[in-house]
């Protein structure tokens, strides 16, 4: 699946998250290791707007992204203390917690999965049931589990398609379709819009069940969840802050994006279609931002009993914490808007 991956105790962030800095306050900031499936995309955008506001120097976090781009397992850089929160999907979580590895979700940042099978409009397939005996193309092996959980709800096995990776380059994946080589693509949300700017629009065939899902969530490791707490506080708060400027300003948002992916905004439409699509996957479903959502991590283990992803039912509570989600949504809307009333007076 592709996805998707620390406030002084007791102080109440509301009156400190914006406050102006000390002279000295740039040599007081303490460091935190993240990793995330991708460092800087509007489909995921606290990042960008928390970096053009400067919401993690304000409560004294400095924030060190560290390359996603590797084949080593995210759990391990976990485990050997190299990251302090990693993000992870929902396979790549019951893998860890399957493997009795000492993982803590904390936070939700998507709650609707971004990855979905689809079609081309004009294509020779149309419906779930037309993809047996198709080619069905991933912009990653790792949607191989999405295409795998789609076509399972119409009772199609993998293995009655033929899957290929074509990556997720807009050139190539948009000739892939117009080739004819594969019939579906199975991919981020993102990754469709940047296909539908090549010309070819797109039907979405995956059942809205399916999407109602924990996609991207961050984790920590538990034998240092108290040693983080303090920062992690911090940098979750200032998560959920920047997450609610997609609701108070979409204006200032898109041109905070734009200004940092260009190339998800080749165009106007493209850029604000990633935007909105990104709304749906940030925006709570459960209320508060990263509600940590139990019944739903049950819920959704059926598919990976199925394809032997985990051994057994598991307990949610052995994996969830929800003791930062009351933190993390304890801000103040009137700091982050004279924020962003700042930001708009250099930048718009």
Not at 40 to 57: K, Q, W
Not at 90 to 113: G, L, M, R
């Amino acid at each position: 699946m592709t996805m998707f991956r620390k406030m002084l105790t007791g102080v109440a962030f509301g009156a400190i998250a914006l406050s102006v800095a000390s002279p000295s306050f740039a040599q007081e900031l303490r460091q935190l290791n993240i990793m995330l499936p991708n460092n800087n995309t509007t489909t995921m955008y606290a990042p960008i707007v928390a970096r053009e506001l400067g919401l993690f120097e304000k409560v004294g976090l400095k924030i060190n992204w560290l390359d996603s781009n590797t084949t080593v397992p995210y759990i391990a850089f976990l485990s050997n203390g190299d990251a302090d929160a990693v993000v992870l999907d929902a396979p790549q979580t019951f893998q860890a917690v399957n493997a009795k590895q000492p993982i803590a979700v904390v936070y939700e940042i998507h709650q609707n999965a971004p990855e979905v099978l689809s079609v081309p409009i004009d294509g020779p397939v149309q419906t779930l049931e037309g993809l047996k005996g198709q080619t069905i193309g991933m912009a990653s092996d790792r949607d191989l589990i999405t295409a795998q959980v789609v076509l399972d709800t119409a009772g199609i096995s993998i293995d009655e398609v033929t899957t290929v990776v074509v990556g997720d380059s807009g050139p190539v994946m948009a000739k892939a379709i117009q080739d004819k080589r594969i019939a579906a693509f199975a991919a981020g949300i993102n990754d469709t819009i940047v296909i539908e700017g090549f010309g070819i629009k797109m039907r979405d065939l995956t059942p809205p069940e399916i999407k109602i899902n924990p996609a991207n969530t961050l984790s920590v490791w538990k034998p240092r969840l108290e040693e983080l707490r303090p920062d992690l506080e911090k940098f979750l708060r200032v998560w959920a802050m920047a997450t609610s400027v997609g609701k108070i300003d979409p204006d200032a948002l898109a041109k905070m994006a734009a200004k940092s992916v260009p190339e998800e905004w080749e165009t106007p439409e493209m850029g604000k279609a990633i935007m909105e699509a990104s709304f749906t996957l940030n925006f709570p479903v459960a209320g508060r931002y990263g509600q940590v959502q139990s019944d739903v991590w049950k819920k959704v283990q059926g598919p990976y009993l199925k394809f032997g992803q985990i051994e057994a039912e598991i307990d949610p509570a052995t994996f969830l914490d929800d003791s930062f989600i009351g933190p993390a949504n304890d801000f103040s809307e009137d700091e982050l808007k004279a924020a962003l009333a700042e930001w708009k007076k250099a930048n718009m």
